[in-house]
């Protein structure tokens, strides 16, 4: 199995990871770097053949796990399918065209006035995002979807937003889990992330706060609401950068319930400036039965998502906004690039009354992770250096797992390796310097690997084929465990590498197989005798039987002999010079239907094969042949008219006609047949001519003279050497 990561390998942001195993292909995410603007924000998908990617799963619906997807599908030549939740298809749809729409401000706020259609560093258009969102397919928590070649899989509930997914993978007859971000803390809206009941193989988790621990979350509100309080009621006003969907929502309920109980408050207003607020609102809405107990609870009553404080701002001219005042907006996006919060940050950072706090978690090379420094100046966006005087806090309500949580989950989990993706190296490799001591109180061969690839290098995890085979069904069904040794017969089926064994009749209920033969028929050209073919036979084979089968095409009975306890039979006569080979398909019936086919073609062709059916011994003495006292020869001149005669009836065993002419020490044999050895057909109603003169010269009653004239040259050489044979 090979794993590479395309983005997020020591870093956070641009999550795509490529999974390979056994002729199969997933990506996993397919995100963006918010620090990075157009080509370079992408992961590195020419490392690759998008033709050959099979399955993209995307976990959720945040950029950096979501915004190169119409990208790769619409702009390389990416013929796989893509899977995600409902929830997450829907937010996708609305942050995208978002996104496009802040990157069209951002280049015209910088004097870049091109054609975005045009432009290189405009990753796709309008119409592409719209063709990439029709080619996706939904998938619910726990629904199992299979893909052949041993490849399914099913979401888990990660907690992270709403929809988001883990993905426990079984591919090749192994498991993996990636979990995307994930959070293992039940908010004000959300359920905690699954656990899984599976162990699996490999394990792909985030690590983006290493060995860091939150402090509790009520601290943490307390530490939010007071800081927002101490802003405004100083007449500053109180910037929250923020995505428009995800944690927005879990601090716009915060903070109405803040100023709900607080009165003194309430006078100052909180704006949520976002052009899809309601669209987004809708959508949490729209979705609330995959949310925690609490908000199903309130559904029941009322809108949870109906804020009481807080005012949507569908449009915002930044340049005409009334700040006076102090007041609270929550603006996206929430690292600051570009866009609403990155203009009102320029206008309000000079000032010492105001305030930004940043909510979530800030990526390398975005302003918000900057000004988390507490630098002296910052850049505008239109390139010009100012103070930063107003207050800049920090408190943490990303849903990422923390350290404790983390380690936790890891040991409820159980993996045999462990791949740490989506951290900054340092904070990386402090985890995994504290998970490897962890488990260095294990014993050596128990331990997991763990691993901590940067982008592009592959980690390549071997793995046996694994010999366990599961006995089902009838032979499962007994009383008593079998014995060690015991032989458990049946057929060994493996379907997506994972085999089982069963007794022939349970093939229906437990494989998508049936039981069914193979029937066999051949007509085999045969022109000889039936005794020439018993006694092939019975030469040949042991326990031949014989059986009469209706009667042939001339009236006579027909002969049926079988072998193998009938597993092959032979039936002569039904129809003229054919031999039908009858069998059940198998190994053995198989191989003695070759050989009884082979003795047919043998047992007419054979030139010894007119001799061993002749019957010297027992032929009748025809009432013309006079007898020695009759004629008052000496008995030894009475024998070169006796063979002539034995020849005779040698050649009526064979053929069905011999006309015979006898005189003295001479006899002439005119042998007509209608079938030919030669291979050539004969015309309808034609039938061969073959003529035999036997002559015995005078005095030698021993050597005959035997001589054939036959337009089958192979049939007249047959019958000659066996004549001269028996002479």
Known sequence: MTITPLGSGQEVGRSCHLLEFRGTTLLLDCGIHPGYDGINGLPFL??????????????????????????????????????????????????????LRLMAMKKSSSGQNSDMDKDPDVLYTESELQSCIDKIELIDYHQTISLGRGLKFYALNAGHVLGAAMFMIEIGGRTVLYTGDYSMEEDRHLMAAEIPNVKPDVLMVESTYGVQVHSSRAEREARFTGTVERVVTRGGRCLIPVFALGRAQELLLILDEYWQANPHLQSIPIWYASKMASRALRVYQTYANMMNARIRAQMDIGNPFHFNFIQNLKSIDVNSFDDRNASVVFASPGMLQSGVSRQLFDRWAADSKNGCLIAGYAVEGTLAKEIMNAPKEVTTLEGRRQPLNCLVDYVSFSAHVDFMQNRKFISQVE??????????????????????????????????????PPNLQEVKLRFTRRRLAKVMGSLADRETEPKEGEEVGGILVTQNF????????????????????VSSKLHVPFAGQVPTLRLFLNEMFQGVTEEEAGLGFDGSPCVKFGLHDKQVTVTTGK??????????????????????????????????SIRLTSKPCSHKRTPETPSAEDTGEEPERKRPRTLLRIFHD??????????????????????????????????????????????????????????????????????????????
């Not at 799963?57 to 899977?83: M, N, Q």
């Not at 045999?416 to 488990?439: C, F, N, P, T, W």
């Not at 398909?585 to 043998?602: E, Q, R």
């Not at 050649?651 to 044999?669: C, H, N, P």
Request: charged residues 25%; proline residues 4%; aromatic residues 6%.
């Open 575 to 608: 129809t003229r010079s054919v031999a039908i080979v009858e069998w059940k398909a198998s190994s053995v019936g198989d191989i003695m239907a070759d050989s009884v086919i082979a003795l047919l073609m043998h047992a007419q062709s054979s030139a010894a």
């Open 650 to 727: 040698i050649l009526l065993e064979q053929f069905d006609s011999v006309d015979a002419v006898y005189e003295a020490r001479k006899a002439t044999f005119e042998i007509n047949t209608d079938t030919r050895l030669d291979q050539v057909a004969l015309d309808d109603g034609k039938r061969l001519t073959c003529n035999v003169e036997i002559e015995f010269d005078d005095g030698n009653d021993v050597d005959a003279k035997i001589k054939v004239e036959c337009g089958d040259e192979k049939l007249g050489k047959n019958v000659q050497e066996c004549l001269k044979n028996v002479a």
């Open 415 to 452: 993996p045999k390796h462990i791949i740490l993706v989506h951290g900054q190296k340092d904070e990386m490799g402090r985890l995994k310097s504290a998970l490897m001591l962890q488990y260095r109180q294990q014993p050596e061969n128990k331990r997991p690997t763990i691993t901590m």
């Open 46 to 99: 020419d490392r690759i053949d998008p033709e050959g990617v099979d399955v993209l799963l995307v976990t959720h619906f945040h950029l950096d796990h979501v915004a190169s997807l119409p990208y790769f599908t619409e702009r390389t030549g990416f013929k796989g399918r893509i899977f995600m939740t409902h929830p997450t298809k829907a937010v996708t749809r609305l942050l995208l065209g978002d996104y």
């Open 498 to 517: 994972n085999s089982k064994i069963v007794s022939p009749r349970d093939l229906p209920t437990y494989t998508p197989l049936r039981l069914g033969s």
